[in-house]
């Protein structure tokens, strides 16, 4: 199982978290459409996660996790398993499990330091800045967490702007 430190706030301009991004010397890593798939999960989450990047669909991505829902940077433990039948693969798991529901969002993705900033437009619930940050034998949840720490200052994202559920969950308000 892999692990990150994530932060959802909501961002009012897109352009000047960009723009902030680029200050930083973030890396423009991606520009993707995506569609994700929650379905019926006993345990944490599950979803399926297809993308296009320049109109061409990358494989899919069948990501179970557990996250707490709290508004702050949180761990989050993972497992992704990619393949390239992503329609049918979805199908699949709709006929045995059930849709819990769909999420679509544009995503611009940067890097910097070991953290994935995210930049998106979510239907339906608005934009968004993500961090993850990733955790592994050179950066440990507390070095994650400071990483993060460091990017809401840069970002100017204060407690009341941080999402504490998933996507799935605010939508289904």
Not at 41 to 59: D, F, T
């Amino acid at each position: 199982m892999s692990r990150n430190i994530e932060l959802q706030a909501r961002c009012a301009d897109l352009d000047a978290a960009a723009r902030t991004a680029l200050e930083l010397h973030a890396v423009l890593h991606s520009v993707e459409r995506q569609h994700d798939t929650y379905f019926q999960a006993s345990r944490g989450r599950l979803k399926l996660r297809r993308r296009w990047v320049a109109g061409r669909e990358l494989p899919a991505e069948l990501i179970g996790y557990q996250r707490a829902d709290a508004p702050q940077a949180r761990g989050s433990d993972y497992s992704l398993v990619t393949s390239d039948h992503g329609e049918s693969l979805r199908a699949m798991l709709a006929d045995a499990l059930g849709i819990a529901i769909e999420v679509d969002k544009q995503r611009i993705v940067y890097l910097h330091d070991g953290v994935r900033i995210h930049l998106e437009a979510v239907k339906g619930l608005g934009t968004f800045v993500e961090f993850e940050a990733i955790v592994d034998a050179q950066c440990d949840d507390t070095a994650a967490h400071a990483k993060l720490d460091r990017l809401c200052a840069a970002f100017g994202i204060t407690g009341a702007q941080i999402a504490s559920e998933s996507y799935a969950d605010l939508q289904h308000r």
